[in-house]
């Protein structure tokens, strides 16, 4: 690669990023944010929906929220007051999340898939269309954005790499089945686990199969890269580090329960939750258990790490706050219904929606 590829690809898949642009913070999917949050956390605004939920995490950029609902589209909402600023419809509705872009010519463009399959790119601040991309089946996950690439998967067992510009394909990479995760990104490696039970390692440029690693189990999570291990779980009730540049699985945490939601890692800490009602924390390079916390309900999303703190979401409705050395309970928040997506983090405020569809913004008042 060239120098100027190079360095694209070390500034965009860094997770030193305030904003949250992509669906797990970074392409890397580390789920970690180097925004502040306040100590104690308040409800600043709540935007509701006429009808409909929240699935979805949110995206933030500067002062706007971007997230998709299952009743008429994208939405998009100030970030300090939760006020609508435009709504791009879709007659499916989207569950997925979205992913942001700024052009070398500083055009700024939010891509997001929808229940039809389509990949769409939309004006960021206009809230209107660019392009669209239509492939086999649902899009249920968030595309990846590295350079001028959008990578996107969808249920029809494809692996797209758009230009960002036109949407025209780059190549095509094709699994044995449903590919419903983020799309990872490090060193020039695409890293995508399927439901054909693969952990797939694909070549950015070129989009040709570098690895595949049997993973005994079906999957839908998003792998999170951290260093040369990418961490995830499976249908066969584990979460897996896998060391991608051996190919082969270091280690298997083992529960009764399934892990569907990504994980949150950064340094030699690796954090997730299940559906056993519990979040976990281990050693990065062991899967060596540091602390369990248990909720009481199930956990879909993903937990994202701020400073010293745990976020973490819960089909009892509620957002809990854990100190990430100890797991102890720091806080927690109740809403009005099931929380099935991740947080996002940005600029003093974090961001949930629900599946009574209200999407919070919780800060200091």
């Known amino acids: 690669m060239t120098t ?13 990023r305030a904003e949250w642009s992509l669906y797990r913070g970074d392409a890397k999917a580390t789920g970690v944010s180097t925004a502040t ?14 009808k409909g939920w929240f699935q979805a995490t949110a995206i933030i950029v500067g002062k706007t929220v971007y997230i998709g609902a ?11 007051d939760g006020k609508r600023h435009w709504v791009f419809p879709v007659e499916y509705g989207i569950l997925a999340s ?3 872009w700024k052009g070398k010519d500083g055009t700024e463009t939010v891509f997001v898939g929808d229940n039809d399959g ?40 494809k692996l797209y790499s758009l230009d960002a510009t036109n949407g025209k394909p780059i190549w095509t990479f094709e699994s044995d089945d449903q590919i419903r995760c983020f799309p990872s990104v490090a060193e020039n490696r695409i890293f995508v ?34 260093g040369s291990l990418a961490i995830f779980g499976t249908e066969g009730n584990e ?12 280690w298997r945490f083992s529960s009764k329960q399934s892990f569907r939601g990504p994980v949150a890692c950064r340094d030699d800490w690796a954090v997730f939750g299940g559906f056993g009602r519990s979040v976990h924390a281990v050693d ?73 569809g209200v999407l919070y913004g919780f800060g200091k008042k």
Do not use: M
């Open 37 to 50: 949050l306040p100590d104690k956390l308040e409800v600043l605004w709540e935007y509701r929906l006429e």
């Open 239 to 250: 979460i897996v580090a896998v060391d991608w540049k051996q190919g082969k699985i270091v």
């Open 193 to 226: 686990a399927g439901c054909d039970g693969n952990l797939h390692i694909v070549d950015f440029d070129k989009g040709t199969k570098i690895l595949a690693v049997d993973l005994e189990a079906p999957t839908g999570s998003t792998p999170a890269i951290l």
């Open 98 to 100: 979205a992913s942001y």
């Open 70 to 80: 299952s009743d008429d589209g994208l939405h998009a909402v100030n970030l300090k």
């Open 4 to 16: 100027f590829f190079l360095i694209v690809f070390v500034l965009i898949t860094s997770p030193l």
């Open 284 to 356: 990065a390079k062991t899967g060596e258990e540091h602390w369990v916390y248990r909720t009481k309900g199930r956990i879909e999303g993903g937990p994202i790490i701020v400073g010293e703190r745990v976020y973490v979401t819960s089909t009892d409705a509620c957002l809990y706050v854990l100190d990430l050395k100890s797991g102890q309970l720091i806080e927690s928040h109740e809403t009005s219904d099931k929380i099935t997506a991740s947080p996002a983090a940005s600029d003093g405020v974090l961001v949930i929606g629900n599946e009574d």
């Open 118 to 157: 389509i990949l769409y790119a939309i004006d960021a601040e206009k809230g209107t269309e660019r392009w669209k991309f239509k492939t086999g089946g649902v899009i249920d996950n968030a595309p990846n954005v590295v350079g001028d690439r959008v990578l996107i998967g969808s249920q029809d067992g």
